[in-house]
T-cell receptor
């Protein structure tokens, strides 16, 4: 049973650069979520997909952030013109429609210099 | 809106001590309640959950009871081990999208 995977696990970038993260959910899970977690805080919701449709976006998701799930399987989260305040752990989670339990990936840690 | 309040950490215990981590919530409707655990360097894992009032979730010796009258979901374990050292997150979710609201997390440190 393969869990949720995320790539890369770590990313160091310079301010102003664009970065893209990938999430591969558990194969039969049609719901996919992105979160941001900063040190000492719980995960904060960013956006949610049901299949390929992006159904909800948090106010935290500024216009520099965009997420896609083109075929209803893997998803990408892109951050344009990164800022130091974007430094955080970006978490992906998925679940099937039959349960409210989410399964989390290991996260991508972003450091913006 | 929904919110979750957890006791601040770190909680430091000796091995075999009794553990309680308090969690209270504010929510509309009847949310599901969760405890997630995050071991060092790893992602969040579901520890236990409860979906309705008076339900008790349990796993790996941990328990929590959904108390609607006190809007609480306190995590307990009778005898902690060093391997239980981690950060514990209380969360709630409701509505069709089940977007969870997390607490800030409570760090548990267990000494031999």
């Amino acid at each position: 049973d393969t869990g949720v995977s995320q790539d890369p696990r770590h990313k160091i970038t310079k301010r102003g650069q664009n970065v893209t993260f990938r999430c591969d959910p558990i194969s039969e899970h049609n719901r996919l979520y992105w979160y941001r977690q900063t040190l000492g805080q719980g995960p904060e919701f960013l956006t949610y997909f049901q299949n390929e449709a992006q159904l909800e976006k948090s106010r935290l998701l500024s216009n520099r952030f965009s997420a896609e799930r083109p075929k209803g399987s893997f998803s990408t989260l892109e951050i344009q013109r990164t800022e130091q305040g974007d430094s955080a752990m970006y978490l992906c989670a998925s679940r099937p429609s039959s349960t409210d339990t989410q399964y989390f990936g290991p996260g991508t840690r972003l450091t913006v210099l | 809106g929904n919110s979750v309040t957890q006791m601040e950490g770190p909680v430091t215990l000796s091995e075999e001590a009794f553990l309680t981590i308090n969690c209270t919530y504010t929510a509309t409707g009847y949310p599901s309640l969760f405890w997630y655990v995050q071991y060092p360097g790893e992602g969040l894992q579901l520890l236990l959950k409860a979906t309705k009032a008076d339900d008790k979730g349990s796993n790996k010796g941990f328990e929590a009871t959904y108390r609607k009258e006190t809007t609480s979901f306190h995590l307990e374990k009778g005898s902690v081990q060093v391997s239980d050292s981690a950060v514990y997150f209380c969360a709630l979710a409701s509505g069709g999208s089940y977007i969870p609201t997390f607490g800030r997390g409570t760090s548990l440190i267990v000494h031999p």
